[in-house]
């Protein structure tokens, strides 16, 4: 990718969601393998892969693959032979967190990103991962627009891309620093098995035992939405814009590829000298609307500075779009309000509402009868009524986080995707030439011979040329002109002329696929760039031999085991955030500054989150505005194969050992 360019990237869980995101836009589209992502349940086949990666290379788009968990030992070999199999498959490049890789003999020469999981937050990081070989990097999610810029002021466009997550839900830690499921579960996020914990729900005590809050989700954040900063993020260096989401559904990838894809296209309007990173046009059937898909309302997070409404505290849950309030109810039916007359309501659609607790209550309308549509008057009929009506009483504000009509149009064919081409037909002394050229400068020409016989009507001759030239349909093509340069009007039967316009198109497909190239891997710098920092503790998730070695020839001297090799002892941080919870319920010492009377008053001491039998500890670093939450590894839970001791990653430098 050339650094003009601007790159959609988005998520796909299986091969045909990733073919839809290229056909609704995508210039790239990330996708796990058959092992090694960090979404445990996203597996797909290398043969399901390369049918994407057909699909995807036929307009430029690209195809990028996850082994982005750590590995054990006994794992990289076989890691090592899986990213053959997806060079060989044409996987334009391998998205990877464990440094590991880097150290083995017979890689494949394929293309690294460095996953969100490595944890970007300085430019002296992304740097160093720029040196070390690594052509596109993904910022963490917490940076501001100015941290971003400083780090594109570090780094090399022509070297490495910056990639950041524009859309989705947000993981509450720093990506790759949060430990929280493993301690508690033995599943650990880092080897692509979280729990959430971050979408439980806690009671918040503060040091002397009071309850600040009651059964709040205090750990889980609204969605990424940066619909709005794009053009600032641009100004910044960010020049692909990912969306989350492997996990997602068809219709959410359809439609929020879609919704980004009209964004930067308009934006790709007026700033001439920037280019998308592929090839075509795309126009939908439907009009793209992030509300409509599965969300917990929206934030930019820390894109423009800390904010206070940043998280989902009340429910993790999508509480949807207001549509009305209650006006009756009966025994297995309720009946609705809409605030806007125009609000049809369907079989099937997902209705909730907040009970006294303001907890969420889903309302699945098994039925529906229109009392008085001009009116907005509806009446619904749950699918279990008994455990919908829940606190439900007249005047309760209803949502709608379902719309069927919206969910079966995107079950239908709901984008075209084609890539222009001019086409020439001109008359030569053997017969009829056709030359198609596309907007990517291919060409491509298809002959054929014999005599030509004089048309009666010239301009109905030339109208039906025009119209035997123009059925493209059912290829990747569109034509943006068709020019004649016959001598005289000329009458060509249809069947030779689409015979022609068939041969043309197949050989520029032929002519596309034979001029395209991978994406080139990287060189690292020599001599060996030298990490950030000279001691990793457990949170560089070191854990296995050839990542410490890694680290070594980089100059780190002290080098700890990741946190999964349950060699840490006694309470640490299991889990780093920006997000503070402090500050989110106005309890944070900066706030209080300039408050007469509580200035001085308010401490940020440690506060304590209970949920059940679990017990975490908030502790609040105020001077690079964090917080840590502290517990301890509970011995018993782990699930998975252990990994290889890892007592010898503390290797002291050689002065220290005589």
């Known amino acids: 990718m050339l650094p003009h360019q601007i790159e959609l990237l988005s998520p796909a869980r299986t091969a045909d969601i990733g073919i839809e995101a290229v056909n609704h836009g995508a210039d790239a589209v990330y996708i796990g393998g058959p092992s090694f992502g960090a979404r445990a349940t996203a597996d797909n086949s290398v043969e399901d892969i390369a049918r994407l990666v057909m699909h995807a290379h036929r307009f430029n788009s690209r195809v990028f693959v996850t082994i982005n968990t750590i590995l054990r030992d006994d794992e990289l070999e076989p890691a090592r032979q899986l990213a053959w199999q997806l060079y060989d498959a044409g996987v334009d490049a391998l998205i990877v967190q464990d440094m590991g890789l880097l150290m083995l003999e017979d890689f ?6 460095a996953s969100t999981q490595t944890d970007i937050r300085t430019p002296e990081k992304a740097r160093f991962l720029q040196d070390a070989g690594f052509s596109q990097i993904v910022l963490a999610r917490e940076l501001t627009l100015q941290q971003i810029e400083a780090i594109r002021a570090a780094t090399d466009p022509d070297r490495c891309i910056l990639e950041y997550f524009v859309h ?9 620093q949060c430990y929280i499921s493993h301690a508690h579960t033995g599943r650990s996020a880092n080897r692509g098995d979280c729990s959430q914990a971050c979408r439980l729900p806690y009671e918040v005590k503060d040091s002397q035992g009071r309850v600040v809050a009651h059964d709040k989700h205090v750990l889980s954040m609204k969605d990424n939405n940066q619909s709005d900063n794009l053009r600032a993020l ?3 260096g960010v020049r692909s814009f990912k969306i989350e989401g492997r996990y997602k559904d068809m219709a959410y ?3 929020i590829t879609a919704h980004y894809r009209l964004l930067i296209d308009e934006i790709l309007a007026e700033r001439p000298e920037l280019a998308r990173a592929s090839s075509g046009h795309t126009r939908f059937a439907f009009t793209p609307d992030p509300d409509q898909n599965f969300n917990r309302e929206f934030t930019d997070y820390f894109t423009n500075g800390r904010q206070v409404d940043i998280g989902a505290f009340d429910t993790p849950k999508n509480p949807g779009r207001p549509i009305g309030w209650v006006t009756q109810l009966g025994a297995n039916f309720v009946e609705l309000q809409c605030e806007d007359p125009a609000t049809v309501l369907h079989n099937g659609d997902g209705l909730c509402y907040l009970d006294l607790q303001k907890e969420l209550v889903g ?3 098994n039925r529906v009868e229109a009392l008085d549509e001009a009116a907005g008057l509806w009446r619904v009929f749950p699918k279990d009524p008994m455990a919908s009506f829940k606190d439900l009483r007249k005047n309760t504000q209803i949502n709608r986080n379902r719309d069927m009509d919206w969910v079966r149009g995107l079950d239908k064919k709901s984008s075209d995707r084609h ?6 037909l001109v008359e030569t002394d053997t017969g009829l030439s056709l030359t198609l050229t596309d907007e990517d400068g291919h060409t491509a020409t298809a002959d054929i011979t014999g005599s030509l016989d004089d048309a009666r009507d010239t301009a109905q001759a030339e109208a039906k040329l025009r119209q035997s030239l123009d059925r493209f349909g059912g290829t990747l093509f569109e034509p943006l002109d068709i020019r004649l340069q016959l001598r005289g009007p000329r009458f060509v039967p249809a069947s030779q002329l689409n015979a022609l316009r068939r041969e043309a198109v197949a050989a520029l497909e032929a002519a596309r696929a034979e001029q395209w190239q991978r994406l080139e891997r990287a060189p690292a710098t020599e001599p060996p760039a030298p990490y950030p920092e000279d001691s ?12 410490r070695d890694f680290y070594a020839a980089h100059g780190v001297k002290v080098i700890d085991a990741a946190y999964e090799s349950q060699e840490e002892h006694g309470e640490v941080s299991l889990m780093i955030t920006k997000h503070c919870v402090r500050f989110s319920l106005s309890l944070c010492p900066k706030q209080a500054k300039g408050v007469t009377g509580v200035q001085g008053t308010v401490r ?5 989150l209970i949920n059940g039998k679990e017990k975490l500890t908030l502790r609040f670093d105020c001077k690079p505005c964090e917080m840590h939450v502290v517990g301890k590894i509970k011995r018993g839970v782990i699930n998975a194969p252990a990994a290889v001791p890892m007592t010898f990653y503390r290797q002291r430098p050689a002065a220290s050992k005589a």
């Open 168 to 176: 989705g839900a947000l993981c509450v830690a720093y990506s790759g």
């Open 536 to 547: 990793l503790t457990y949170l560089a998730n070191v854990y296995n031999h050839k990542a």
């Open 604 to 608: 940020a001491e440690p506060l304590q």
């Open 253 to 255: 990838v359809k439609n």
């Open 108 to 113: 494949p020469p394929i293309q690294l990103h």
């Open 234 to 236: 641009i100004d910044t």
């Open 419 to 424: 890539i222009g081409v001019w086409a020439d």
């Open 363 to 365: 309302l699945q309308a």
